[in-house]
């Protein structure tokens, strides 16, 4: 292990170097890249040298227990090499972790839509459940939040809601919320008590930067109209409200929540490209087999991933097999537990696809 964690120390001095070089700095996108790398290497150099530190202490212990000249000096070291052996262990399972091969992906910002699905109203209420779920699950992360376009339900909620979370490796961890949300509970409009079943679509898309996709603007249709509230009457008069359709692909992105029209152009414009660029990845998924193989790392967006039944109380996640009976504390944004679960699921997948490596 100690030879695969000089390699990575041989390429972070590199990495170091590059970065305050004047041709790399100038290139925007080779800057980024190489400070992506040099944030991801300083985590494994940090634990190389916590690791070599416990070896050399380990080393030291067991020469001065061999010697056995100082009874006293012998009895500390035979404590301290328990403690460090102790340690040991757990300290190479996290750089093991660390040393899997991440997804150049997840260290993006993401680009959330939130969809109402069956269940009419209530389905919408979910949506705008799901929405404040995530905004103060966001909150607590210490990520930003900025709504690119909605469309309100009759009843409250949303019909279809899009935002930008942005802040550190936000598409990593959220890309695990993708697919089918279910909601079992009694909903508002119903008098006889009946509990009902409604879903929403969460769909999480890793935000494509200018020198991600080249979107040629001759390509996009781009139509102008007056933003609507609920029901789809028209707030404004003004129309500052932007559709984009990408012609090849039929791809339509909008956003009417700036009053500019030139903002709302440039966050429509975001996400189209986004989308782009998910399509591309898409593709590029679907060719690997061992990635298309994991439940939990494929977003499949018409999977059924989870469900929250009020009745009990209870949340399942149903790729993993968690269940939780603390409905109202994650609801309320409480989701990290989840999240770790289903990141441990996908890591150790790749620690057993790993095999012999370490």
Known sequence: MLNKLDIVKQR???????????????????????????????????KRAEYVKIINGIKEAEEIIADGSDAEMTEMAKMEL??????????????????IPKDPEDVKNAIV???????????????GDLFKMYS?????????????????????????????????????????????????????????????????????LPEAEEFDVQVDMNDVRIDYFCSSGPGGQSVNTTKS????????????????????????????????????????LAKKNEADSARRSSMVSSG????????????????TDHRIGLTLYDLDNIINGDIQRIIDELQLAVNTEKLKEAGEVF
């Open 136 to 204: 103060r699950y966001c909150e607590s992360r210490g990520w930003r939040t900025q709504v690119m376009d909605l469309n309100e339900g009759t009843a409250g909620g949303f019909k279809e809601i899009i935002f930008e979370v942005s802040g550190e490796d936000v598409y990593g961890t959220l890309k695990y919320e993708a697919g089918v949300h279910r909601v079992q509970r009694v909903p508002q409009t119903e008098t006889q008590g009946r509990v009902h079943t409604s879903a929403a679509t969460v769909m999480v």
């Open 241 to 280: 409200a932007v559709r984009l359709t990408h012609i090849p692909t039929g791809i339509v992105a909008q956003c009417q929540d700036e009053k500019s029209q030139h903002k709302n152009k440039d966050k429509a414009l975001q996400v189209l490209r986004s989308r782009l660029y998910e399509m591309e």
């Open 82 to 99: 328990d403690n460090l052996r102790e340690k040991l262990p757990t300290l190479e399972d996290e750089i093991k972790f660390l040393l």
């Open 113 to 127: 839509e939130i969809r109402a699905g069956t269940g009419g109203d209530e389905a919408s209420i979910f949506a």
């Open 12 to 46: 972070f001095d590199e990495v170091s170097d590059l970065i305050i070089q004047p041709q790399i700095i100038a290139d925007q996108k080779r800057y980024i890249e190489l400070n992506r790398d040099y944030k991801e290497l300083k985590k494994l150099v940090d």
């Open 300 to 315: 499949d967006r018409s999977a059924k991933i989870r469900t929250y039944n009020y009745p009990q109380g209870r949340v």
